[in-house]
């Protein structure tokens, strides 16, 4: 079970993940091990009333069935505009009349690195989207290291892409917000404050890369919300969300914004110590859906993760999306053409399916 | 004196232009007021102009104090410390821009305010019993608040607001988890220098500020190869805002910096060029960036906004 984790501490509070944080809180303000002992019975109690009410159910429809599409996309050479339109069409997924904002996952550069969101992704995902009869795209991030977000757009090359397309890009992190109400509590937060361009769009599309992540395992369509928490008021790296419970925030995000489809950037992922420092690894494909929590399921499984063992997809599946496979249609490419197992970090050993190599 | 150069005027206009109504900056061009932008703003509104009226800017941050002699823009917002910092330096650099009560309160605040420690954790190469300022109270110390917050105190110090007492621990300490942050080669992350055995990568703005706020302990080792890495490197990074830290930082510490300089006027000139069109216009909306950039492109050798 993964747990409560902040930038600087590898130590894990015990017992309730979405109250953990406050143990740390408490460690924190100077409370004595043998008080926390104390507390920790009256804290076992109200972990039990929380867990029984994050959400309310009747707020969520689970479909009853999700399809996810594999498309082949051995590189960044192929014509992925050409490639997610089929995906949208296979998926019968209509933007017409409305606006879409592209999230993809910007958050840092080092040269050599293969860290971001690739953005012929971004670009391909635009142009098929404008072909699809969007009123306006827009591609929004915030984010979480850098905050100088000109020298990123141009370091990464996005720049050159915005530069050829009409779109405009939007910096989350220091755009205008308002105060927006959670509509899950598993990080016990009421209410969080968003850009106002995020929740301006018809249409909200996650556009991550999927890499490992050494605080919770897997980086895909959901984690990517992260980036849309504005660092010009919850600062850099968005430790307001660790100290919250990196698993909580994930999902109180997803359940929050609720968005509307999600592409993966999966042509080449990243293995390893990720999000940063993790390793690339050519695994040739984009996954497309409605279903976050369905598509980010068959990444997990796709590069060897049990989604039911990674905690925020694992408390998705119970109200947000499907990822029981049997709840699951496929389209677009055999998943077994992909199947591979990714090299994790010691810890998350324990995630991977069981059998492989 | 960089105050005499052509372009500069011209920036400060577009910076004028760009305010609220209402008073205040925000980080872009119709958006609202923010406490970042606005002290940028002022210092280098308060640099290239001296006798520009400022006075309904400076209102918007005495809207944003409250009771407890901190600021936010909205009551219900969290609290950022790192840009309350950035506020008690604007405001000890701009005497009479607000009331020294004001400047004691909020400086007494920041002294108080110090965020969580951490229980030291075998796979950061970090002590977590160090504490700075974090960017939001009940979470941990990261570089950009621990150095602004360094930065206002002693200013504050230096200019009688605070006592030694009070301060001098706090300064120490701050310094302390700085030079304890900082990367293997030199520079400074976002707030770590190695997790799990990696070693991070120094960023081009971080290092600046953090050098800014080391500026007393010249002979420190991580000041030295932070100061080497930054003066080697600082071209990685062109962009205005970058380009603009750098500037100030090595032109605080008396390095040459005339490099430095030529390649932020043709930042700003390229910025100017693409205004009105395309991903530029973006980028002409930074106003964070511009104060920053006016800031820097102002600073003569002997001044003392960022000296301490």
Redesign the interface.
């Known amino acids: 079970m993964t747990m409560t984790r902040f930038f600087g501490s590898d130590s894990e509070p015990k017992g309730s993940h979405y109250i953990g944080s406050k143990v740390w809180d408490a460690v924190g303000q100077g409370i004595s091990r043998r008080d926390l002992l104390k507390a920790l019975p009256v804290m076992a109690a109200l972990t039990a009333c929380r867990r029984a009410l994050p959400y309310r159910p009747g707020d969520f429809a689970r479909p009853a069935r999700s399809t996810v599409a594999i498309l082949d996309a051995p590189n960044y050479s192929v014509d992925l505009g050409d490639v997610i339109s089929r995906g949208l069409r296979e998926l019968a997924f209509d933007v017409s009349g409305r606006s879409v904002l592209l999230k993809p996952n910007l958050i840092e550069y080092e040269p050599g690195r293969l860290i971001n969101t690739n953005p012929l992704v971004a670009a391909g995902a635009a142009t098929a989207f404008l072909h699809a009869g969007a009123t306006e795209v827009i591609i929004a991030e915030g984010p979480g290291h850098r905050r100088d977000m000109e020298y990123l757009l141009a370091a990464t090359g996005f720049a050159d892409q915005l530069k050829d397309l009409r779109v405009r890009f939007v910096d989350l992190n220091h755009d205008d917000v308002r105060p927006v109400a959670l509509r899950s509590h598993f990080t016990g937060i009421d209410e969080i404050l968003l850009p106002v361009e995020l929740m301006k769009a018809d249409v909200i599309v996650s556009l991550p890369k999927l890499k490992t992540h050494h605080w919770a395992a897997m980086t895909a369509s959901m984690k990517n919300f992260f980036g849309v928490v504005p660092g010009a008021v919850y600062g850099w790296p968005k430790n307001f969300l660790h100290f919250h419970g990196i698993d909580n925030s994930i999902v109180d995000l997803v359940a929050t914004i609720r968005p509307h489809f999600t592409i993966v950037d999966a042509v080449t992922a990243m293995e390893g110590d990720g999000p940063i420092m993790g390793r690339p690894r050519q695994t040739g494909f984009l996954a497309m859906g409605q279903d976050l929590v369905a598509v980010d399921a068959t990444c997990a499984r796709l590069i060897g993760f049990e989604p039911t063992k990674i905690q925020y997809l694992s408390w998705a599946g119970d109200f947000l999306g499907n990822i029981d496979e049997k709840h699951i249609d496929h389209r677009g490419e055999n998943l077994a053409r992909y199947q591979t197992r990714f090299d994790v970090l010691p810890n998350f050993k324990e995630l991977q399916i069981a059998g492989g190599a | 004196m960089f105050s005499e150069a052509p372009r500069v005027p011209h920036l400060f206009d577009a910076l004028q232009e760009s305010a609220n109504p209402a008073g205040g900056w ?3 061009i119709h ?2 007021s ?1 406490l ?1 932008p606005t002290c940028w703003a002022l210092v280098a509104a308060g640099r290239a102009s001296p006798n520009a009226d400022l006075a309904p800017h400076r209102t918007f941050l005495e809207k944003c104090v409250r009771p407890g002699g901190y600021l936010v823009e909205d009551p ?3 609290i ?1 410390v ?1 840009f309350n910092a950035l506020v008690a330096f604007t405001w000890l650099n701009q005497r009479g821009a607000t009331t020294d009560e004001r400047i004691s309160s909020l400086l007494a605040w920041l002294t108080a305010t110090k965020g ?4 030291q ?4 190469r ?1 002590d ?1 019993s160090l504490q700075g300022w ?3 109270d ?3 110390s ?1 570089v ?2 621990t150095a602004w917050g360094t930065l206002a105190l002693q200013k504050g110090l230096r200019a009688g607001f605070i006592k030694e007492a009070s301060a001098g621990a706090r300064i120490d300490e701050a310094q302390r988890l700085l030079i304890d942050r900082c990367c293997r080669d030199g520079g400074w ?4 220098a190695n ?2 055995g ?1 070693d ?2 120094p ?1 081009v ?1 971080t290092t600046a500020i953090a050098l800014l706020a080391l500026q007393g302990r010249p002979e420190e080792p991580a000041v030295v190869r932070s100061l080497a890495y930054l003066e080697s490197h600082w071209s990685d ?6 380009l603009g830290l750098s500037l100030i930082c090595l032109r605080t510490y008396g390095r040459t910096t005339r490099a430095i300089e030529a390649r932020l006027r043709a930042a700003e000139d390229a910025r100017a060029e693409h205004a009105g069109s ?2 530029g216009r ?2 002409a909306e ?1 106003l ?2 511009l104060a920053v950039a006016v800031t820097a492109l102002t600073l003569d050798d002997n001044d003392q906004v960022f000296r301490i």
């Open positions: 925000g980080y872009e958006k609202a923010r970042e219900r917002w969290p950022n790192g969580v420690q951490a229980p954790a075998p796979s950061y970090q977590n974090a960017w939001l009940a979470t941990f990261w950009e608040p992350n976002f707030g770590n997790v799990m990696q991070l990568f960023h703005p990074e062109p962009s205005p805002l970058a395309g991903s973006r980028q930074n964070h960036a």
